[in-house]
DNA sequence: AATCATAATATGCCTAGACATATTCAGAAA
DNA sequence: TTTCTGAATATGTCTAGGCATATTATGATT
């Protein structure tokens, strides 16, 4: 284990279990460089790593101090759903519902971002797990930004799946929620009406420019999200 | 801004507008040292933060490789329920609906992890925001981690605030899901029968130790998550 | 007592070099 | 041809110094 590491564990233990409470200023760069028996270049590295964690706010002159923890912030990772399937040993299918070009009304101006009268490409399709329905998505490509879409006709590849590996992009937002199946939901994924379903909705950029609206609808027993968060890890 | 940024900056321009595929090999920390006109730890800087998001991998003799763009991973807040309504400026307030010290039964057991007979404190509560019910909380807290949670009554202080100022956690899990509220939610909540909502699980250790599990029941129509993600960014 | 300029201090960033180590590549041996 | 061995190479880490800059503490002035 590399000395700054080494370091940034030994701080790392007296702030996590309470030696050094919230708002305890830690020794200088200098003193511990010294107490440490290394450069202070090193010093900064194992400091600067507690900062990127959040365990501590560094400011010049005003020195390193331990944070409050935080509330709640976790990673989140949001399984590619063919992968995940895939892995679990599970046969995959995308089946396409529908597709249709057209300018974008007031719903999809809303959903995408963009002007009315952009034209848009509308996606519904099905994701199949071992024959079964497993989730529903409706999709919104913005054709301005992805014109080769057009050509593109969808019927047994994710549009998630070409679209990452053609299209960067640069942000993204995510929101999740759940709501009760209507009918037509519950038609396509075969469950019974008012099923609660999860829904992840998905906004996509490239540099200011729209590139995607989803939705992806799961009914609730069939996914559950998972985030691990480890206070102060790598 | 500094000049490590500067480069990051740079370098990442190339990867994210896809001038840099994936794949690719970046130039030698001496060669950008020399065409940045800096020294090779100033690069090594950079490099460093785009490896840290992912943007590269670095392998000694092999190289710095452009990443594929990782399917979904993004950074989900879960914000402490009291802080954000009084941001919003809506009134908050808990209220306990029952609190109960026993041994831990084989449900609880599951849900918390530990050997059944254990002592755990279960608390169910209520979270108001603005009079009406917002949230359903169902809380079981292990009181061999926190025996001072045994004299709390947990009348009107919400448990997770206290738990979060009293008992450093290192290790927290999510599990997000959607579900039919039943009789029993749907009274509480004052909502209708098989309303969906959107819940929370959250188990907390700290060091191998399970301190508490929580479950917070939200009608799909009070919550929704949000998360953001700006690819390769700080 | 209040305000303001100044000095002290801790971090932020940088350089130029060094040795360590993992990995690859090329050439030698089987 | 295959396998093995050693050299080359890129990163990983570290040192010992330096200047820059934000912030605080101090002391002087009003």
């Known amino acids: 284990m590399p000395r ?4 940034y564990e030994s701080l790392r233990q007296k702030i996590v279990l309470g030696q050094w409470p919230p708002g305890h200023r830690l020794p200088s760069e ?3 460089a010294r107490s440490f028996g290394c450069a202070r ?3 900064g590295k194992a400091l600067g790593a507690l900062a990127d964690q959040r365990l501590v706010t560094r400011r010049r002159r005003a020195g390193t101090v331990v944070n409050a923890p935080r509330p709640q912030e976790s990673v989140l990772e949001i399984h590619d759903i ?8 599970v046969s995959y299918a995308y089946q396409s ?3 249709r070009v057209r300018r974008a009304n007031a719903a999809d101006a809303a959903a995408l971002g963009v002007p009315p009268g952009t034209p848009v490409l509308a996606l519904t399709g099905l994701h199949r797990a071992g024959g079964q329905p497993h989730a529903l998505e409706e999709r919104l490509i913005n054709l301005q930004a992805v014109p080769e879409a057009r050509a593109e ?4 590849i994710s549009p998630g799946r070409w679209l990452l590996q053609r299209i960067p992009w640069t942000e993204a937002e995510h929101q999740i929620a759940a709501l009760n199946a209507d009918a037509a939901i519950a038609r396509r994924l075969a469950i019974r009406r008012n099923t609660a379903c999860l829904t992840i909705e998905r906004n996509t950029w490239r540099d200011e420019q729209r590139i995607t609206h989803v939705r992806v609808i ?3 027993d069939q996914h559950r999200l998972v985030a691990r968060f480890r206070y102060g890890a790598a």
């Open 41 to 43: 270049m090193t010093i």
């Open 97 to 99: 519902l529908e597709r």
């Open 218 to 220: 799961y009914p609730c």
């Open 30 to 32: 200098h003193e511990l």
């Open 82 to 89: 063919e992968a995940e399937l895939l892995a679990a040993g």
């Open 4 to 7: 700054y590491r080494e370091i």
């Open 153 to 156: 006709r969808f019927a047994d």
